[in-house]
């Protein structure tokens, strides 16, 4: 059973930034695609960000690109959510997910594994 761990969440003024990061307890990352998803209150879970299980391959969503980036450490077992020029409407709980996949496409039904995320509240 993979178990994945999100941290770095916290509160923070608008144009502030954070960084995320997901481990596992459980099996190593390097073999899968990591994607972040955010969900705020009263809506629905939308994707963020994803990355491929090489490192080289990313995709973001258009309302972070420019000021999300999205990494993996030199053995692929932490994954980074660096979140910079925080706006109010990041505000969300963040999570990551896996899936056993050499694609970057993180659709969130086909993710096999979810973390419990961790929350990031943007202040005006």
């Known amino acids: 059973q993979l178990v994945l761990v999100e941290s770095g969440g916290g509160m923070v003024q608008a144009g502030g930034s954070l960084r995320l990061s997901c481990t596992t307890t459980?099996?190593?990352?390097?073999?899968?695609?990591i994607g972040w998803f955010r969900q705020a209150p009263g809506r629905e879970r939308e994707g963020v960000s994803c990355?491929?299980?090489?490192?080289?391959?990313?995709n973001y969503a258009d309302s972070v690109k420019g000021r999300f980036t999205v990494s993996r450490d030199r053995a692929g077992n932490i994954i980074y959510l660096q979140m910079d020029s925080l706006k109010p409407e990041d505000t969300a709980t963040y999570y990551c997910?896996?899936?056993?996949?050499?694609?970057?496409?993180?659709?969130?039904?086909?993710?096999?594994?979810w973390g419990k995320g961790t929350l990031v509240t943007v202040s005006s």
């Open positions: 997910a896996a899936e056993g996949t050499t694609s970057w496409d993180c659709q969130s039904n086909k993710m096999d594994f």
């Open positions: 459980g099996f190593p990352l390097e073999y899968f695609a």
């Open positions: 990355i491929d299980s090489s490192g080289k391959n990313t």
